[in-house]
């Protein structure tokens, strides 16, 4: 079965200062990863997501993550946080077409 | 383009009571998705919906829970006989399946049930 793990509860950062938020995942197949942000109240928007190709894949509002097959990882970096990045991020793994196995969350918190 | 709407938004409910969570997908999304969002337990999923059909429902966590979906678009959660431990944010999802994008899910905002 598919895993994954964010390994950082809470991560505080100043704004403009950058960002690397870690995710592993346990997966016998190529993965289908993504990262989701939620902010309070709010649904969980799509980031970013990695299919195939390209290890590094682009998303909105500035994030990037590189996909490292040796290291089983998906981390996701932004160079430099605003106020309104402060939200939980979400990893997940896709494994078939319709489950995906979210990590525990990795709440951010952006201080001025 | 409109996304996936959830109704109500917050539900407060007296345990042992029935109670019907909505979703409506994002129009011409065949593939719907329930989760479950509660403090110590994460995101959990708990069931998809191919069509009106549901080839898993492995994640329902016991028989007071039901999905259904009619017409390839609305669906409805109900939840009987409630009991505390239901209490979590009911997330909402769907996507369009047969494309390149089939694995991009789309979140409603959720609804907060409070079982009291």
């Known amino acids: 079965a598919q895993s994954v793990t964010q390994p950082d509860i809470h991560i505080t950062v100043s704004e403009g200062a950058s960002l690397e938020l870690r995710c592993n995942y346990s997966y016998g197949a190529t993965p289908y990863l993504f990262w989701y942000v939620q902010s309070p109240g709010q649904g969980l928007q799509l980031l970013l997501k990695?299919?195939?190709?390209?290890?590094l894949v682009q998303g909105i509002k500035g994030f990037e993550a590189e996909f490292k097959r040796s290291q089983s990882s998906f981390n996701l970096r932004k160079p430099s946080v605003h106020w309104s990045d402060a939200a939980e991020y979400f990893c997940a793994v896709g494994a078939g077409i319709h489950k995906l196995s979210f990590g525990a969350g990795t709440t951010v918190t952006v201080r001025a | 383009g409109a996304g996936v709407s959830q109704s109500p938004s917050n539900k407060v409910t007296e345990k042992g009571k029935d109670v019907e969570l909505r979703c409506d997908p994002i129009?011409?999304?065949?593939?719907l998705y329930w989760y479950r969002q509660s403090l110590g337990q994460g995101l959990e999923f708990l069931i998809y919906?191919?069509?009106?059909?549901?080839?898993?429902k492995s994640g329902l966590p016991s028989d007071r829970f039901s999905a259904e979906r009619t017409g390839g678009s609305v669906s409805t959660l109900t939840i009987q006989r409630t009991q505390q431990e239901d209490s979590a944010v009911y997330l909402c999802a769907s996507s369009s399946v047969g494309t390149g994008n089939s694995y991009e899910q789309y979140f409603g905002p959720g609804t907060r049930l409070t079982v009291t």
């Open positions: 129009s011409g999304h065949t593939a």
């Open positions: 919906f191919q069509g009106n059909s549901a080839p898993d």
């Open positions: 990695y299919f195939s190709g390209d290890t």
